[in-house]
């Protein structure tokens, strides 16, 4: 079991930045990457971002040179780093890892608006 606590969400004007934060507990030891992804309504959830247990990352296009996601080990935290924010990226954010199953965070509303 594998357990995925968001924190870091709120209101934004564009331009502005916020850093997401995931905090894992349970078998972490198995984790190998870890993902945010985000879904608006009507829409499929969609990955933003994933940093690999090598700290390999791959981003979406649409966020490149805006986000950056890192990992913390010693405290089995992964950030995610959003900057120059734009109405678009508005949606709830979720953190994400794969540990024989999928195991999901409970969300994190982020709205970009003036």
């Known amino acids: 079991q594998v357990q995925l606590v968001e924190s870091g969400g709120g209101l934004v004007q564009p331009g502005g930045s916020l850093r997401l934060s995931c905090a894992a507990s349970?078998?972490?030891?198995?984790?190998?990457?870890m993902n945010w992804y985000r879904q608006v309504p009507g829409k499929q959830r969609e990955l933003v971002a994933a940093i690999f247990s090598s700290g390999t990352t791959n981003y979406a296009d649409s966020v490149k040179g805006r986000f950056t996601i890192s990992r913390d080990n010693a405290k089995n935290t992964v950030y995610l780093q959003m900057n120059s924010l734009r109405p678009e990226d508005t949606a709830v954010y979720y953190c994400?890892?794969?540990?024989?199953?999928?195991?999901w965070g409970q969300g994190t509303q982020v709205t970009v608006s003036s």
């Open positions: 994400n890892t794969y540990v024989f199953r999928n195991y």
């Open positions: 349970g078998r972490i030891s198995s984790i190998n990457a």
